[in-house]
């Protein structure tokens, strides 16, 4: 199982990376921050400010709980606070949609697609 986690880590930690290296914005407060190109930088910040913890530290908390593979990522903010938004393909092939809050692990929501 930590090959999967270490994987798994390795392959978000890449497509945060590569989601962009833009200019660095400001976290403008919005509930709908569309513009994938910046969450990394977002991310990067809120971590660097106490305001997240890192994803490979989420991963870790989080164990199984996602249910499934994790295919897609976003960072942002939601209903007043930092969440991870991943895209889940559970073993039956279903999509979910899980929002885990960026400071404690907590999972806040949870639904398919």
């Known amino acids: 199982m930590k090959r999967v986690v270490t994987r798994r880590t390795f392959l978000l930690t890449l497509a ?13 407060g919005t509930d709908h921050d569309t513009d994938s190109d910046d969450d990394h930088n977002r991310a990067s910040r809120a971590v660097a400010q106490g305001r997240a913890l890192p994803l490979a530290a989420i991963l870790s908390k989080l164990g199984g709980q996602l249910g499934g593979e994790v295919i897609g ?14 895209k889940v393909a559970t073993p039956t092939g279903k999509l979910r949609e899980v929002s885990v809050d960026a400071m404690t692990a907590e999972i806040v929501n949870s639904k398919e697609d």
Not at 16 to 21: D, E, K
Not at 73 to 86: A, I, M, N, P, Q
Request: glycine content about 14%; proline content about 0%.
């Open 16 to 28: 945060l990376l590569s989601a962009g290296t833009g200019l660095a914005h400001g976290d403008n």
């Open 73 to 86: 990522l976003e960072f942002k903010r939601k209903d007043g606070r930092l969440v991870y938004k991943f």
